[in-house]
């Protein structure tokens, strides 16, 4: 069983709204910093929103800030994103990703970052589509 899972991609208009979900199992990985990154066609990925182990603090990078939420579920293990009022550029696939006890310990005081390196554990991704 693969241990970030995600969901609740789609096709939507601009201006619309989508809910990822990403389900932990296997392990509390809601108990490190996890987040969510997307990688649109020929871009590299970025990192979208991290939340911190205890799902009070939150990252967003300046191109969603406002409009995307993250919560972290911890006691269902589980991650989402809110999306609110879409744009094309928002096309991409959507990975969950999270840090685990290693990371954890070597990153000690520092808030959780928008880095990729942060995060050795992804999902497969899910595709989010916004057309005009």
């Known amino acids: 069983q693969e241990p970030l899972v995600e969901s609740g991609g789609g096709a939507v208009q601009v201006g619309e709204s989508l809910r990822l979900s990403c389900e932990a199992s296997?392990?509390?990985?809601?108990?490190?910093?996890m987040g969510w990154f997307r990688q649109a066609p020929g871009k590299e990925r970025e990192g979208v929103a991290v939340?911190?182990?205890?799902?009070?603090?939150?990252t967003y990078s300046d191109a969603v800030k406002g409009r995307f939420t993250i919560i972290k579920d911890k006691a269902k293990n589980n991650l989402y994103l809110e999306m609110n009022d879409l744009k094309s550029e928002d096309t991409a696939i959507y990975f969950c990703?999270?840090?685990?006890?290693?990371?954890?310990?070597?990153?000690?005081?520092?808030?959780?970052?928008?880095?990729?390196?942060?995060?050795?554990?992804w999902g497969q991704g899910t595709q989010v589509t916004v057309s005009s």
């Open positions: 990703v999270a840090e685990g006890p290693d990371l954890w310990i070597k990153r000690g005081a520092q808030p959780c970052s928008l880095s990729a390196d942060g995060f050795p554990y």
């Open positions: 296997g392990y509390t990985y809601t108990s490190y910093c």
């Open positions: 939340v911190g182990p205890y799902g009070r603090a939150t």
